[in-house]
């Protein structure tokens, strides 16, 4: 017998979070998030997407034991002004029991179907900057502190209750040695005098800060034509500026401005976490924190997290200004390895943009549907 029970305590939320721990122990691929921010990104009272979102976590209970977890999520902005009736759900764990999976899915169903909703669609987060997307190849690669990992049964779990593939994301990756800087060179030269453009670069997070709104409101810009984009709404910016902004080297995020100090195209990159938040187990201290700032400092494994161009600059190379000042950094930095965040199969222009690097798809993940 399943028993499904709502996570409200902060013993509760704390459970569900602490959940995969058990389920990937001893898995070298998984990355533990760290708890404590885990538990925030949960809670309305520090998260500002709950303003425009709601949200509920289950639990699945067998014999007294926790065997799954799911969250149930509706974004207002999306349903509301979007006219898109998707209830959404992601954070979603299971033991190899059918029945467990089942009981998640149907409650999410159920509370879909009590808010007039018409199809669910998951795993996903609230946002275009969560995590996304049910690993369906590579699980012999460790995972990002960005994405989601799951073993290789919940795909077939998934199909058998029903659901279909929704949408396709590729993760790529290449060595830095494949990068030519002859190819952007000279382009990027020409192009910011063609477009009176420069490069911004940085030492200090402080610095970056006075530019943070205007970058994210050029990500909503960048990436409005995509699929099941969200915006991202003004309270939820400086949010998400305290949690990855601090926590990103500032000299692996580069800027372009136009002649009126404007930002037109931005990148952001973070050195690889994943074996250092392994080490931590999801606990900045008392060594975690070390673990994390040495991998910040050292680490030669970068992932490309973001990159936007504005609409009016699209098509016009503004990357190879980006590209030419990534080089300069991690050749100083002795960068062996670039990664990329999931995206969109659908996506040919981003895939173009990397093609010069001769990148390997080394994982796939798909999200699911299902009609309610």
């Not at 995969?20 to 925030?40: G, Q």
């Not at 509920?56 to 065997?67: P, R, S, T």
């Not at 910040?296 to 000042?325: C, W």
């Amino acid at each position: 017998m399943i028993q499904i029970k709502e996570a409200i305590s902060k013993k509760e939320i704390k459970d569900f979070v602490c959940f995969p721990f058990s389920l990937y122990k001893d898995n070298p691929y998984w990355v533990p998030p760290i708890i404590k921010d885990e538990m925030e990104v949960f809670d309305p009272s520090v998260n500002p997407v709950f303003k425009t979102a709601q949200a509920q976590f289950f639990l699945a209970y067998k014999d007294g034991k926790i065997v799954g977890r799911v969250a149930a999520m509706i974004n207002h902005i999306e349903v509301q002004e979007q006219q898109l009736k998707k209830m959404r759900f992601g954070w979603m764990d299971f033991t190899d029991d059918l029945q467990v999976s089942k009981a998640l899915l149907d409650k999410v169903s159920e509370i879909g179907k009590a808010n007039d909703l018409e199809f669910m669609e998951g795993p996903v987060g609230f946002s275009n900057l969560d995590k996304v997307g049910c690993l369906i190849e590579g699980f012999d690669h460790i995972g990002t502190m960005i994405t989601w990992y799951n073993h290789p049964y919940y795909a077939s779990h998934f199909e058998t209750h029903g659901f279909v593939k929704e949408k396709e994301y590729l993760e790529n990756k290449f060595p830095f040695s494949n990068i030519d800087p002859a190819l952007f060179n000279k382009a990027q030269d020409l192009i910011k005098r063609r477009y009176k453009l420069k490069a911004l670069n940085f030492t200090k997070t402080k610095d970056i800060l006075p530019y943070a709104n205007q970058m994210f409101d050029l990500f909503n810009e960048s990436y409005a034509s995509l699929s099941s984009f969200v915006p991202i709404t003004d309270v939820q910016k400086k949010f998400f500026t305290k949690r990855y902004l601090s926590f990103i080297n500032p000299e692996f995020i580069k800027f372009v401005l136009d002649e009126k100090d404007q930002l037109v195209a931005f990148s952001i990159v973070m050195p690889s976490f994943s074996k250092a938040l392994q080490k931590a187990k999801g606990k900045l201290f008392p060594f975690g924190i070390f673990h994390l700032l040495k991998a910040r400092k050292e680490s030669k494994d970068m992932i490309f997290y973001l990159i936007g161009v504005h609409p009016k600059y699209q098509n016009k190379g503004l990357t190879a200004i980006l590209f030419h000042e990534c080089w300069i950094t991690f050749n100083e930095k002795g960068v062996e390895n670039c990664i990329r965040t999931p995206e969109l199969e659908e996506n040919t222009a981003i895939q173009k943009l990397w093609r010069a690097f001769d990148p390997k798809i080394y994982k796939r993940r798909r999200t699911y549907k299902k009609a309610l």
